[in-house]
């Protein structure tokens, strides 16, 4: 099996990009951006023969990521900014007893234990591409329930025009914490179409095993359309709202991270392009795996685009 648990994230993410992020952090976005390369390369992308997706898009049969790979190569800022460290520090989480909130524009609230808030919801598999902003991906086998079927159950009234997710925040269990320029607790959203949308997965596990504390456990976000910082893990609160929520990263960087951040290879980010990106699947060496052009809405638009008919996407990135 591959493993990438001793090669630094500078040596697989573009260096430019790794130091970039942890200097948001790091350095609480004090200072003006500096353009950087990020993510852009000389070389064009290798044309690659994709394989067909199911049509409902709940398939692909694109290489896996190995296990190994998708558990120790990930972005959870609460567990430290290395991409190493969720798996190191990770096992501080205690997910039993787990509580999420559901609060807001429904009919129904309140605080729900994890195995109440799922009680009776046959579990769904999905194999989804995953694409990091960064310019990485994967291919995951994930186990979850479709989010619209939780909605449902809560009623949202007609002012529910978005849902906002929450990350669970606590000091003690999450070392990463410490750095302060983050709005704690993390914090994401949805339109309601978005949320409702049949691809859009709250996972509970991926490879057919629990999910790891490092990515997310007991319960995150799955939305493959989007690049991976939307897909919220550690879920603790559900908000239904009339107003678009605020989330974390658009607060930190409003010009880089919109709210919306469908996969757009023709939208860059400021500091570096999305036309292509790195694939971890299923290779024996240390590196990424080629590099391949990035699809529009990672491949989902049959399933996705008419989401945003009639929206600029350069200006809704």
Not at 68 to 90: I, R, W
Request: aromatic share 12%.
């Amino acid at each position: 099996m591959n493993d990438m648990s001793h090669i630094p994230a500078s040596e697989i993410t573009p260096e430019s990009v790794y130091l970039r992020r942890r200097e948001l952090i790091g350095a609480g976005l004090a200072t003006p951006l500096l353009a950087l390369t990020g993510c852009s390369e000389a070389k064009e992308p290798a044309a690659v023969n994709r394989p067909k997706d199911s049509p409902d898009g709940f398939r692909t049969a694109d290489t896996l990521t190995h296990f190994e790979d998708a558990s120790s190569y990930n972005n959870f800022y609460e567990f430290g900014t290395g991409k190493t460290d969720p798996a190191k520090n990770a096992h501080r989480l205690r997910t039993l007893p787990w509580v999420v909130s559901v609060e807001g524009e429904a009919e129904i609230t309140g605080a729900y234990h994890l195995d109440k808030l799922l009680k009776g919801m046959a579990v769904q598999d999905r194999i989804y591409r995953l694409r990091c902003v960064e310019g990485w991906s994967m291919v995951i086998p994930w186990q979850g329930v479709p989010l619209a079927e939780i909605i449902k159950r809560f009623k949202p009234t007609s002012k529910a025009k978005y849902v906002a997710f929450y990350s669970k925040a606590d000091r003690e269990q999450m070392p990463g914490m410490a750095y302060e320029s983050i709005p704690w607790p993390y914090r994401e959203g949805l339109r309601i179409d978005e949320a409702m949308n049949p691809l859009t997965l709250l996972a509970t596990g991926m490879y057919g095993k629990p999910m790891p504390n490092q990515n997310g456990a007991p319960m995150r976000l799955v939305v493959p359309w989007k690049y991976g910082f939307k897909s919220i893990k550690s879920i603790v609160r559900i908000v239904f709202t009339e107003k678009m929520p605020q989330t974390s990263w658009n607060m930190l960087q409003p010009e880089e991270y919109g709210f919306y951040s469908n996969v757009n290879p023709a939208v860059d980010h400021p500091r570096w392009s999305q036309a292509s990106e790195r694939r971890i699947a299923g290779t024996d060496s240390k590196l990424f795996g080629q590099r391949i052009a990035t699809l529009p809405f990672n491949g989902y638009a049959k399933q996705v685009a008419h989401l945003y008919k009639g929206m600029d996407l350069r200006k809704w990135f």
